[in-house]
């Protein structure tokens, strides 16, 4: 089991709900759907959510993804590490669990 982890707000988990897949808006705009390792998540969060509430932390097992996405592992330019990155809808049997974080 690989595993890996994606941040997701109340509002766009809650508004995926009955989906199949979840859908992060970033698929749209950056061709992909970021993700991190669980030592990387501390750094996302102060990062890109400080402040920021009703957050889930959403438990992906990458060897549940379906053929609709591919994961690749990039680097991230912005802090020189290596980020997994998801590029096509997470089909939500993937999910493997769902932790609000605050």
Do not use: C
Not at 36 to 65: A, E, P
């Amino acid at each position: 089991m690989n595993i890996i982890y994606h941040i997701a707000t109340k509002e766009s988990w809650d508004a995926q709900k009955t989906s199949e897949y979840y859908i992060h808006s970033s698929l749209n705009t950056e061709g992909f759907i970021h993700a991190s390792r669980l030592s990387q998540i501390q750094g996302v969060l102060n990062r890109y959510y400080n402040g920021v509430n009703d957050l889930y932390r959403l438990k992906i097992d990458t060897n549940l993804l379906d053929d609709t996405s591919e994961l690749k592992e990039e680097l991230a330019t912005s802090v020189g590490e290596m980020f997994p990155h998801i590029y096509g809808p997470i089909n939500k049997s993937a999910i493997i669990e769902v932790i609000p974080i605050r």
